[in-house]
């Protein structure tokens, strides 16, 4: 299941009775379709309804805490304003995460990294979307192994946070999102630095897709796919050799390929 090449002898791998799937629906943020994202309200529904991997973004707060938050502002998904860069925890944690999106959420408040690590099963994919730089890769490497999660945890960054990824230990596995001009040059780059995942974006031009599909098996690299809220595309897709399909629409899509089981 993963390249030797990465994995082997990696003194951070996890017991091998935590399982994971080869394929599936990754929740978006978590069940954000129904619940607020980027929460644990959204987060624990969607290991309710079965997702094989769960997205979710990771920023530093002013007192370097890692919190919830895709947006570089709270302003969207909270009743507070600001840089989450320039907020403290403590005031974060004092903003309102829920009604935004429903009265039945008020006061569902910003998750931190830990506090989502702690409610995961063991047996699904935890896709980490870091926004930040060098120190947030590092930090959140740290959490990660910290938290016992090495075996299940992808970490999605661009190059400056990939180093202190690996600053932390180089077995970490991380996804690709260093978007380069073309997509042979990002899958190129994807398999000379050993990455374990990318993910491959629905906007581009999937001409070749089938072809980039199969040199990246053909590597061990395991693919995202950003994103799908198509029933009908997810037999196409996974047959194609995408192994994760992103979604907004997380009970369709899982109910969808259910049926291709």
């Known amino acids: 299941m993963y390249s030797t090449a990465i994995f082997s002898q990696d003194p951070l791998e996890s017991n091998k009775q935590d399982s994971l799937p080869e394929q599936g629906i990754c929740a978006h943020r978590g069940a954000n379709e129904t619940h607020p994202e980027n929460t644990l309200a959204a987060f624990e529904e969607a290991i309710r309804l079965g997702a094989q991997m769960i997205e979710f973004d990771v920023q530093l707060t002013k007192d370097n805490?890692?919190?919830?938050?895709?947006?570089?502002?709270?302003?969207?998904?909270?009743?507070?304003?600001?840089?989450?860069?320039?907020?403290?925890?403590?005031k974060i944690k004092k903003f309102d995460a829920g009604k935004w999106k429903s009265r039945k959420f008020k006061g569902e408040r910003v998750?931190?990294?830990?506090?989502?690590?702690?409610?995961?099963?063991?047996?699904?994919?935890?896709?980490?979307?870091?926004?930040?730089?060098?120190?947030?890769?590092?930090?959140?490497?740290?959490?990660?192994?910290?938290?016992?999660?090495?075996?299940?945890?992808?970490?999605?960054?661009?190059?400056d946070a990939?180093?202190?990824?690996?600053?932390?230990?180089?077995?970490?596995?991380?996804?690709?999102?260093?978007?380069?001009?073309?997509?042979?040059?990002?899958?190129?780059?994807?398999?000379?630095?050993?990455?374990?995942?990318?993910?491959?974006?629905?906007?581009?031009?999937?001409?070749?897709?089938?072809?980039?599909?199969?040199?990246?098996?053909?590597?061990?690299?395991?693919?995202n796919y950003f994103h799908s809220e198509e029933t009908t595309e997810i037999k196409e897709l996974l047959e194609a050799g995408v192994d994760f399909i992103l979604t907004d629409h997380l009970v369709d899509m899982l109910n969808a390929f259910s049926k291709t089981k």
């Not at 890769?137 to 192994?145: D, E, L, N, P």
Request: hydrophobic share 40%.
């Open 162 to 223: 990939a180093k202190g990824v690996k600053s932390v230990n180089t077995n970490l596995m991380i996804c690709n999102m260093e978007r380069l001009k073309t997509r042979a040059d990002y899958i190129d780059g994807t398999i000379e630095n050993g990455f374990a995942f990318l993910q491959i974006k629905s906007s581009r031009d999937d001409i070749n897709i089938l072809t980039d599909l199969k040199k990246l098996n053909e590597n061990g690299i395991k693919v």
């Open 65 to 90: 805490q890692l919190v919830i938050m895709h947006d570089d502002k709270v302003n969207r998904t909270t009743n507070g304003r600001g840089y989450v860069s320039n907020l403290t925890l403590n």
């Open 111 to 159: 998750p931190t990294l830990m506090e989502v690590l702690d409610i995961m099963p063991r047996n699904i994919w935890l896709n980490i979307h870091l926004k930040g730089d060098e120190r947030l890769g590092a930090a959140t490497a740290k959490a990660v192994i910290a938290a016992n999660r090495t075996h299940q945890s992808v970490i999605a960054c661009e190059n």
